[in-house]
């Protein structure tokens, strides 16, 4: 359909709305005076039945007003905005992806939940989920590896699942993933017949878990397109660090969506998406020893990497009080 074809099935499908104007004077533009523009807006959101869809727009409109007078926006600039965000809804990835990506770039992903995930008494933060998160991780056994052999250097997890009071929480969920010696995840391969790099574990008794996997690359982000451009336009790199996916479940706790980060990777604190937490942090051991590589279940022996972290959860209980006093 062309433009004129467009706009006959937008103009078709464009009708009054219903509602009468306000009960109440606004006054007209002049060129003296911009500000009434915002003024007027406002008054007319002040409408908003819904308190905290009226708070938000207000804000908003404030600070997108606020922002176009500062910077003195140009017709071109607005313009040229306009088009990046729609070359981002209609480039290559899945609309909702493409708009979370742009999200995530500018830390507005980061950000918000980092808001909206306060913690207390020494429980885990959380991090972004990812874009290759799945829900058909295999169940496994402590000591098994996530990871097919020759996937990459092998690297051992273990750790404890435990209150914020160090107790132990057994039987808790885990789910873990991470991308291979090439920076791939496993859905990115056009002949994925099963998982890889992933799977989900019980803690023991005391709490504890520990598996097989291979240490993790740094991956990059989208390269072309708007998101690519966008970085390559304010000189920032778009690779996301080395990390191990984890989410921790268990009756009565807050579910726990985090990854842990080893300290070596050169993109560590330059995150493009700021997913990266300092108590998130690792440093992962070198284990030279073949007996014990072997003992812990690694086909070829040799070294490995040994990564330790004990990760706390809140019980829901905790979770409602922390979020209540933020």
């Not at 051992?156 to 991308?179: F, H, N, Q, S």
Request: charged share 25%; net charge negative.
């Amino acid at each position: 359909m062309g433009d004129i074809g467009q706009t006959q099935e937008a103009a078709r499908l464009t009708v009054p709305n219903g509602i009468p104007p306000p009960n109440f004077e606004l006054p007209l533009p002049d060129s003296d005076n911009p500000d009434i523009i915002t003024e007027n807006l406002l008054k007319l959101v002040e409408q908003t039945p819904n308190p905290r869809l009226r708070f938000i727009y207000k804000l908003l409109i404030q600070h997108i007003h606020a922002f176009v007078k500062e910077t003195k926006l140009s017709p071109d600039e607005w313009i040229a905005a306009v088009e990046f965000m729609t070359r981002v809804v209609h480039s290559g990835t899945p609309p909702r992806s493409r708009m979370r990506n742009l999200g995530s770039v500018l830390g507005v992903t980061a950000l918000i939940r980092f808001l909206n995930n306060p913690v207390m008494e020494g429980a885990t933060e959380t991090s972004l989920l990812g874009p290759y998160y799945t829900d058909d991780a295999e169940d496994m056994e402590v000591g098994d590896s996530i990871a097919s052999e020759g996937k990459g250097e092998y690297m051992y997890v273990e750790g404890r699942v435990l209150t914020t009071a160090g107790e132990p929480i057994p039987d808790a969920t885990i789910v873990t993933w991470e991308a291979d010696e090439h920076g791939l995840y496993d859905l990115q391969y056009s002949d994925r017949t099963h998982p890889d790099c992933r799977g989900r574990f019980r803690t023991m008794k005391d709490g504890s878990f520990g598996y097989r996997a291979i240490v993790p690359q740094p991956y990059p982000l989208e390269s072309g397109g708007p998101i690519g451009e966008l970085l390559m336009s304010q000189g920032r790199h778009n690779m996301r660090p080395i990390h191990l996916h984890v989410i921790v479940e268990a009756p009565g706790y807050h579910q726990l969506v985090t990854a842990l980060y080893p300290d070596h990777c050169i993109y560590l604190r330059s995150d493009p998406v700021f997913g990266v937490k300092k108590s998130l942090v690792v440093k992962l051991e070198q284990v030279d020893d073949d007996a014990e590589a072997r003992k812990r279940g690694f086909p070829k022996g040799g070294s490995f990497k040994l990564l330790k972290y004990d990760i706390v959860l809140l019980t829901e209980e905790q979770w409602a009080l922390v979020n209540e006093q933020v």
